[in-house]
């Protein structure tokens, strides 16, 4: 199992428009094989991922879907500070 965590620090003005992006990208992922969990939170302008697969090629798959690097490009404009991706293992 393979554990990502990907933070978004949204420009107040853009927070929406981020969240409507952001939803979509979750419906689109949840849609995929080896997509185990991928979970979206929100602390104000702040939205986290969480997410969980199954395994490296399925996420190598993930990573290359149009939608995902559609959103990457897009979203670019609308964070104050870069994306910030964390690939985790469980400890406990």
Same mark, same amino acid.
């Given at each position: 199992?393979?554990?990502?965590?990907?933070?978004?620090?949204?420009?107040?003005?853009?927070?929406?428009? $981020?969240?409507?992006?952001? %939803? #979509?990208?979750?419906?689109?992922?949840?849609?995929?094989?080896?997509?185990?969990?991928?979970?979206? #939170?929100?602390?104000?302008?702040?939205?986290?991922?969480?997410?969980?697969?199954?395994?490296? +090629?399925? &996420?190598?798959? #993930?990573? %290359?879907?149009?939608? &995902?690097?559609?959103?990457?490009?897009?979203?670019?404009? $609308?964070?104050?500070? +870069?994306?910030?991706?964390?690939?985790?293992?469980?400890? &406990?």
């Amino acid at each position: 199992m393979i554990s990502i965590t990907a933070i978004f620090n949204s420009k107040a003005e853009h927070a929406e428009k $981020l969240q409507d992006m952001l %939803n #979509h990208l979750v419906t689109e992922t949840r849609k995929e094989t080896a997509c185990v969990r991928y979970d979206l #939170h929100q602390s104000e302008n702040v939205f986290i991922l969480w997410e969980e697969w199954q395994d490296q +090629p399925g &996420l190598d798959l #993930h990573n %290359n879907q149009s939608y &995902l690097l559609d959103f990457i490009a897009q979203s670019e404009a $609308l964070v104050s500070t +870069p994306i910030q991706v964390y690939k985790t293992t469980q400890i &406990l």
